[in-house]
């Protein structure tokens, strides 16, 4: 699953736009265009079952900066078409 969404948040004129990709192993790998920030997150103790819920928890993570930097994640922010 992939999701991409305006947060609204005002870090720029066009708001905040974030990409996340639910990966194979269950893992989360998204990328913030506004601000150039990227990371993976860890697979959720909860199923997926929306695209809601995906976002929620790449927010949550985020905001709480539960996520590290992977090579995965800087190839979404930079070539988002090349990430498998």
């Known amino acids: ?3 991409q969404w305006n947060t609204g948040r005002q ?3 066009e708001g905040q736009r974030i990409t996340a990709r639910v990966m194979p192993d269950g893992s989360i790998l998204f990328a ?3 601000r150039g920030v990227d990371g993976l997150i860890a ?3 909860v199923e997926i079952d929306s695209e809601q819920t995906l976002k929620t928890i790449v927010m949550r993570a985020y905001d709480s900066h539960n996520y590290r930097s ?3 994640s800087w190839m979404l922010l930079m070539k988002p078409e090349k990430v498998a």
């Open 43 to 45: 697979k959720p103790p």
């Open 70 to 72: 992977s090579q995965g």
């Open 11 to 13: 870090y720029t004129s």
């Open 1 to 3: 699953m992939q999701v």
């Open 32 to 34: 913030d265009y506004s």
